[in-house]
Each structure stands twice: as C-alpha cells, then as structure tokens.
C-alpha cells in the first residue's frame, strides 16, 4: 500500500473525548473516527486487523464444525416479546417501526432468530446437533457509551448457536466451543482468563467470560491468592460467614435519627461501625415487592438478584414506588413487611445480631432487631458485591479483584429459547421435544481494542507482528532525490514479491512526521531510505517491539528487513 494513495489520517495531539490507551491510539493512528456517541467508522488499518481477527475465528470454529450463515439485523419484536427479552433488555434495544407500523428492532443477539431458523427447517433428532455461526454488526442502545470501542452502541461479533437433542449433546457442544475459543485467544495472542460468570439477560446456568487482561478495563473478575477460583465479580460467591450460635438478644428500642436517611449518617449519630446495620434495600420484581437485606457495610448485587429470578425484570424501586406502597424511604425497617413482600437475605445477615435498622417512619431507627423474632427471611441468596479480601468460598484464601476486557462470552442456554418460541425436533420415540441450545458470542471489535490496551507504549502501538495491518512500511525519507525514491520503490516490491504485506510511506511530508507516523500505527519492521544512508549505500532498519536500530547494505535491503521481521514478536 502506497501511503500517499491510502486513507490513514493520522493525529499529533490525544483526542480530548479518549479516556484510555486503546480509544486514544485507535483515533490517533487513523483506524477509527467517531460519527457520533458510541458509533465509529473503520479505516483501511482497521479493517485489515478485524479481518485479520475474523479468519482465525472462522476457521477454528469452523474447524469445530460451525457452519457460517447470515441472518437479519432489522427483527421483528414479537419473538422478543414471546421470549421476555423485549421488555428486560428495556432500553438498550434500539426499536422503530416499519411504515406498516409493526414494531422492529436493531439486534443486540439472535437467539430469537437461530431457534426459528433451526426449529423451522431441522424437525427431527437425525438433523442434530447442529452448530451455526454469523460474522455481523449488532446494536445495543447504550445508555452511556465510552471507552471507545469497549463501549461501543454498534459492534462486529461473531455469534454461534448450537442445538442438541438433550443435556449431554448440548454439554459436549459446549466443551467443543469452549476449546476452539481457547485455540482462537491462544492465536490472536491475547493475555485472558477465563472465569465463570453472570449471564446477564442472555441467560443460562453454566456461562463462562473469556477476559483480556487490561489495567483499565471496565470488566472486573477475582481471583484467590491460592490460585484455585476465578470468576468475574457479578457471578462471584465469596465464603459465607459462620452464624452467629445463640447470641444474646437486646430487645428492640427505637432512637431517634433525625435526617440520617443513610447508613454512613445513621452510623455517625449512634456510634457505631456500618457492619452493625442492616440496609434493606427494595426492588420491584415484575409488580411484586421484594426486599434485600445485607449488612449496612455491604452493596447488593442487582445481577446476582436478576440472575435468580431470571426471565423476570428486576429494578430498584423509585420515589414513586416508596410513596405508594407507603415505605418511609432511607428509613425501610424488615420488622414491617407483610406477605405483600419478599424478603431476600444474604448469607452474611446470619452472622450478625441486634441489628440496627429502619423504623419504618422518617428520622427513627431501631436498635436490636434480630432474625425470626423481629423480622423474616423468605430466601437466603448469594447476594452481595464481591470486594477485595473477601475469602475464597473454596479454600477461605482471600480473593483479589482485577481488570479486564470481555471478548468472548459462552452459555448453556437449555430450553430457555426454544420452549417459549414452540421450536421442536421429533426425538426417536416420535414425541415433540424443544431443542437445547448454546450460545457463543466473540466480539470482533473489542478484540481489536484489547489488543491495543495489552500491547502499545508511550509512542503508539506495538502490534503482534501476525496482527499488524502491515508487517513492514519502508519510510522514503527524501522526496527530492530521485535515487532514494527509486531505491524506496525497488526495496517496496521485492518486500511484496517475497509475500509481505509492506507499506510504502511515499507522502510529501518531513521525515519526522514519518518516523512518528510509523511508531504511532506500530509497523513491526521499519526501513528508511534517506539521503545519508544512500550516500552510505545503506538502509537503516528499527525492530518496532524493541526500539533495536541497525544498518544494512542497500543490496540486501530486502532480505535484511525479512530477517528483522522474523525476529519480531
């Protein structure tokens, strides 16, 4: 590629809107602009690393026996509605209406769409298992876009879904899957965990997230010091508490709290360290009132929440929510729910006693509320925010929380999708039996972005040499010398001659904006023919990865840049 016939608008000074490494360079170096919140357009550069990253993925999963197809991104709602997803992906689903007035939808995910496909053209148990996949944009209607293309409202992904006949065919496609990712990660060269994790509105009991180490990465996971659990932070079960055996219980008084309609203000007024209240925490559930206690020094975690009660929607209630049912809020005693409300717990509330918690009327608390005599607990869950030193739940280790970037994420969907979408095969006995699907998702732009976040420095990026857009660009240094544009042009097509995707850096600009052109988009190879070297009947050579700078007569110019590339990392 001639630079001066190409399209990679390059920056000198960081975007002010790019708040980390990848969003930052990727705008920098010319492979993205911004159209508008959350969407971007794809340079040239940018193109051929995705398409880089989509060949190793469509040939590992097709090597694990997925067939590529393609499916609509415009659907329609109703199998949405049928499945509930319509309504608990909320607003995140882009919707519009056709000019027939029928609802429609940009695609977040196709479940909705493979489970019909299948269901409509593979009727019997002889036509399974079966795996489909599709390379695709989808949409999702983000409400606070950021970090470039991690947060991105529209993005490439591959997605697969599988479709067994019964339990053990959808587990054995899964392990398959989970294997071609690990190939594929393994290739992309990508530093990752894999942990177990939250299935989030896709849904599903056994999920696990494929985790591209990064510092500043949004996705969380932990870890135990002893090396023996992984999982990210939304699905993470933390040891629970030994309860508290036979403790003396205070009888329950009420104190005045006036204006101490939080834990911290509460505690400040009494004395006393947040872990001695019980935060009570409402929910609305689908119309039903649910209540979540934990203890004031702890957040509820509304995923483990949602995941429980999975298709349901899940909210926190709202002001409006406090006033009719007639809860004094800030001030939410457990001591006052009726059958009209569920009360969650989570394990920790089993080690504490003589709670201070609300009165159920503003600026009043009470003190020495405790379990069975004062109040209730319908369920106990799993149902607090992991934090950094909470014990392993496996060896009691402490757990650490690290960063991360999701770019793949794989489900055990069961019959979650085909039961409600009536999708049927005619299992061997000749009865009517709802497939059992899996769902595999990579997303193609968040590996592009996670690739710069694991290898740039402080001038630009430093691709994996199998991920640049170009292996080498040979950088003409004088554009008034005919000798060294000849030279620049000789040594560029017996690159291309011998296989290597080379760029030729031929625009009327200095050299430095050259050099600092080459370091920003991170071209493994450099070579500069300039008016020195030629006089010198030289070339001079940089290692991108390493900064390493040497010299080559002009003759083996081209062999001595194949060498140096086969060096790179």
Not at 38 to 46: E, F, H, K, R, T
Not at 177 to 193: H, S
Not at 440 to 451: C, K, N, P, Q, V
Not at 473 to 484: E, F, I, M, R, S
Request: with cysteine.
């Amino acid at each position: 590629m001639r630079l001066s016939r190409s399209f990679v608008p390059t920056l000198r000074d960081d975007p002010a809107e790019a708040e980390i490494a990848s969003h930052r360079l990727l705008l920098r170096a010319g492979f993205v602009r911004q159209l508008t919140a959350g969407i971007y357009s794809y340079l040239p550069n940018a193109l051929r690393v995705m398409r880089s990253i989509e060949h190793i993925v469509r040939e590992e999963v097709e090597k694990a026996g997925s067939i590529e197809v393609r499916v609509p991104i415009v659907l329609p709602s109703e199998p949405w509605k049928a499945t509930g997803r319509w309504q608990r992906y909320g607003n995140e689903v882009f919707k519009l209406e056709d000019r027939h007035g029928r609802e429609m939808m940009l695609g977040p995910t196709e479940e909705e769409v493979f489970a019909p496909l299948v269901g409509g053209d593979l009727p019997s148990y002889r036509d399974l298992p079966i795996n489909l996949f599709q390379v695709e944009w989808k949409f999702r209607d983000e409400q606070r876009p950021r970090y470039g293309l991690l947060r991105a409202r529209e993005f490439l992904m591959k997605d697969a879904y599988s479709f067994d006949r019964d339990e053990d065919g959808m587990r054995e496609s899964y392990r398959i899957m989970f294997e071609a990712y690990e190939r594929i990660f393994e290739r992309i060269g990508l530093d990752l965990v894999i942990v177990e994790a939250d299935p989030g509105s896709i849904g599903g009991d056994i999920n696990h997230e494929f985790m591209a180490l990064a510092q500043v990465g949004e996705d969380l996971f932990v870890r135990c010091v002893n090396g023996d659990y992984l999982a990210d932070t939304e699905a993470a079960t933390p040891q629970a508490p030994t309860p508290l055996a036979d403790p003396d219980l205070d009888p329950m008084v009420e104190v005045d709290t006036p204006g101490a309609a939080t834990i911290d203000l509460v505690a400040s007024q009494l004395g006393i360290e947040p872990s001695r209240t019980l935060k009570n925490i409402m929910f609305d559930m689908d119309g039903q009132a649910v209540a979540v206690l934990v203890p004031g020094d702890r957040e509820v975690s509304q995923d483990k929440l949602s995941r429980l009660n999975f298709p349901q929607v899940v909210r926190p209630f709202d002001d409006a929510d406090f006033a009719r049912l007639g809860y004094a809020k800030g001030y939410v005693g457990p001591h006052g729910f009726g059958d009209d409300v569920v009360v969650f717990a989570d394990h920790s509330v089993r080690a504490g006693a003589n709670w201070v918690t609300g009165a159920n009327r503003p600026d009043v608390h009470v003190t020495g509320a405790n379990l069975d005599r004062d109040f209730r607990v319908d369920r106990w869950e799993d149902l607090i925010q992991i934090r950094e030193g909470d014990r392993c739940p496996i060896d009691g280790g402490a757990l650490e929380i690290g960063r991360s970037i999701v770019v793949g994420h794989i489900y055990q969907l069961g019959t979650q999708y085909s039961e409600p979408l009536g999708t049927t095969f005619q299992d061997e006995d000749g009865t009517e039996k709802p497939y059992l699907m899996g769902s595999y998702g990579i997303g193609i732009t968040r590996i592009l972005a996670a690739l710069v976040e694991q290898h740039h420095d402080d001038e630009g990026i430093v691709w994996p040499t199998h991920m640049a857009p170009f292996k080498v660009v040979v950088v003409l240094a004088t554009q008034d010398d005919p000798a060294a544009v000849a030279e620049a042009e000789r040594i560029y097509e017996g690159l291309l001659a011998a296989g290597i995707e080379t760029a030729l850096d031929d625009r009327d600009q200095r050299a430095g904006v050259k050099f600092a052109d080459a370091d920003l988009i991170g071209y493994p190879v450099q070579v500069t023919i300039g008016k020195r070297g030629l006089a010198n009947g030289t070339v001079d050579l940089k290692l991108r990865a390493t900064g390493e700078r040497s010299t080559a007569p002009l003759g083996d110019a081209v062999q001595a840049a194949l060498d140096l590339l086969a060096t790179a990392p």
